[in-house]
């Protein structure tokens, strides 16, 4: 080690200007010759000696073709980083070319055992004209082999399909390794098949990567195409409904005649007369849509859920803002998605795939119409849930996917139910459908806009009361601040006490944070306590939950008793428990029992 150091300081210091050959020949060999466990592998030595030895303005032609003759295929790309020098790059491109003269299609055994420009590009950082030189010695898109015979013709197809994933994988990997390099990439690939699939990577892959610019001119040029498939639905459909070829074309003269507009050589396809294009292409909008929504522009749509596989979420270059401007205009396409939706007569159940596009759709939409709303809920009658998925057990993406459209389903009838919610995610739906469990799992500034919201709506407020003995903690809107949202606040606070078992229920925490709730208030009527259930309201405590009683409580009791011995020692004995179906006896009740000497009462109903 301290030899590799000297020979380093020698050419960097003392012999900068001139050094002896047999010492770049010794740097060199010490690199080039150092053993590796892989030799494929991208990371490794630095092979500062070689890098420094070869960039010497001593070192010949010869003698840096000869070392780069002898390098790994790794060895070339980290010696061609990006500071190296114009000689050095140059060599490394001549070797490069000398290895793999011509591009090759692509095939799946390419992934296992690439060729020398996939892997130098697995190298960050590389030089200019190495980085170019690599990319035009890259694999190139395979191409679908002919048959005759129609076994060989389905093999033949399925290994095309193979090899085009095994290409778009490949190119998976140049696109995130090199990162700083996404429009050089872009331009490189123009009118080229690898354009798309880089434009899908970053669009749909890696968005969290790409510079801002950029990922905004990418989705605009996304955006485009479904205006172009908006094209192609319109025209199906007027085809498919009996128009002729030349009205559909006259009536859409101006469309097709647009010099930027690829959807008019596509249209030919559909004006062919071919039944089955036309019944796709009648569908084109939707289906850009839904794949949409799945793959490129999930990321976008949900930046907050784009973690990385060790579950950490990535850190966005684009700033809030742009996402949400992308969000918007996504939305704006999927409004005019709804308003060409149609049902599709051939899907028997609904899918996740059909929802998924919809939800996005609300999620970022800035207002909700009615004729919005009306439009989703045909959505929603449409892809109705599988009724024997449950049955097959065995199925577990069956079930995963039923569970994830009951998801869907469910958030969307809540976007569509809550329509004003400041922010849509946490909807809460239509107050006659929310539930008491809704209120208690939402966060309080949520919780106090539904309210505000929908004032005056006496039964979303007892559902918000009752919320209260659901959540461990609350603290605003209060239980009192709620209360007071009543048109009758005592009378429904009572009548809810009074039925507290079948509008409750719940475990003994739900019955002792009621009573904490209804013991907290201020001039606490002596009838609203003696509805309590009566274990409960014993046993709670007041200001400190391991006093005996609360001081109220007591007052009652005392008052109700008196001096009666009978009495006290039959109240003492009393049937209320902490748990079971006689938790539920109401503290009036038991108390008049222990007085009248009159049977114990039974306890209220669940129904």
Request: proline share 6%; net charge negative; glycine share 6%.
């Amino acid at each position: 080690m301290v030899r590799d150091d000297l020979v380093l300081a020698l050419l960097r210091g003392a012999l900068r200007e001139a050094a002896p050959e047999w010492l770049l020949q010794v740097a060199i060999d010490r690199d080039v010759d150092r053993p590796r466990e892989d030799q494929y592998h991208p990371l490794g030595p630095a092979l500062a000696l070689a890098s420094t030895a070869l960039s010497h303005t001593s070192c010949t032609d010869e003698q840096r073709r000869d070392a780069l003759r002898r390098c790994s295929v790794p060895q070339l790309g980290r010696l061609g980083h990006a500071n190296c020098t114009k000689p050095v790059a140059r060599g490394i491109v001549a070797e490069l070319r000398h290895r793999e003269p011509d591009s090759q299609p692509m095939t799946p055994a390419l992934l296992t055992e690439p060729g020398c420009a996939q892997v130098v590009l697995r190298q960050p950082d590389l030089h200019e004209h190495v980085f170019a030189v690599a990319l035009d010695l890259l694999p190139v898109f395979p191409s679908l082999q002919k048959s005759g015979e129609q076994e060989d013709a389905d093999s033949s197809y399925e290994a095309y399909v193979a090899a085009q994933r095994a290409w778009e994988t490949m190119w998976a990997g140049v696109v995130s390794q090199h990162t700083s390099r996404h429009r050089q990439l872009l331009s490189w690939a123009a009118d080229s098949p690898a354009d798309h699939v880089i434009r899908t990577h970053l669009l749909g892959t890696l968005p969290w990567d790409v510079e801002p610019g950029l990922l905004e001119e990418i989705a605009a040029d996304d955006l485009a195409h479904f205006r172009d498939c908006v094209l192609v639905t319109r025209v199906c459909r007027m085809l498919r409904d009996g128009t002729s070829e030349q009205e559909v074309r006259a009536h859409f003269a101006d469309e097709l005649a647009a010099p930027a507009a690829e959807s008019g050589r596509d249209l030919e396809r559909y004006f062919s007369g071919r039944p089955l294009f036309r019944r796709y292409g009648a569908h084109a909008a939707i289906s850009w849509m839904e794949l949409a929504a799945k793959g490129s522009w999930r990321h976008i749509l949900n930046p907050t859920e784009a973690n990385s596989r060790y579950g950490e979420p990535h850190t966005w270059r684009s700033p809030n803002d742009l996402l949400h401007t992308l969000g918007r205009r996504f939305a704006e396409a999927g409004l005019t998605a709804l308003m060409l939706w149609e049902l599709d007569e051939e899907a028997t159940y609904g899918s996740p795939t059909g929802l998924r596009w919809v939800h996005s759709t609300l999620l970022h939409l800035p207002t909700l119409s009615d004729e919005v709303a009306t439009r989703v809920r045909a959505i929603l009658k449409a892809s109705r849930p599988d009724p024997y998925a449950r049955l097959r057990t065995h199925d577990h993406a069956a079930v995963r996917r039923e569970r994830e459209l009951s998801d869907l389903r469910s958030d969307i009838e809540r976007m569509i139910g809550d329509p004003l919610a400041a922010t849509r995610t946490y909807a809460l739906g239509d107050p006659s459908s929310v539930t008491v469990r809704d209120l208690a799992g939402a966060a309080n500034e949520v919780l106090n806009g539904y309210l505000t919201r929908h004032e005056g709506d006496d039964a979303l407020v007892e559902k918000a009361l009752l919320a209260f003995a659901s959540r461990a903690h609350r603290s605003k809107p209060a239980f009192a601040d709620v209360l007071v949202r009543h048109s009758q606040p005592r009378a429904a606070l009572l009548d809810i006490t009074i039925d507290l078992r079948r509008r409750l229920g719940g475990s003994p925490q739900h019955r002792e944070a009621w009573a904490r709730e209804v013991l907290s208030l201020p001039d606490c009527d002596p009838e609203l306590i003696r509805a309590l259930p009566a274990w409960t309201v014993l046993t709670i405590g007041g200001e400190s939950r391991y006093r005996s009683a609360h001081k109220a409580v007591t007052a009652i009791v005392m008052e109700t008793l008196g001096d009666d011995h009978d009495a006290w020692a039959r109240f003492t004995s009393s049937p209320a428990s902490y748990s079971g179906p006689t938790a539920w006896l109401r503290l009036g009740d038991v108390l008049d029992a222990s007085l009248g000497r009159t049977p114990w009462p039974t306890p209220p109903s669940s129904r």
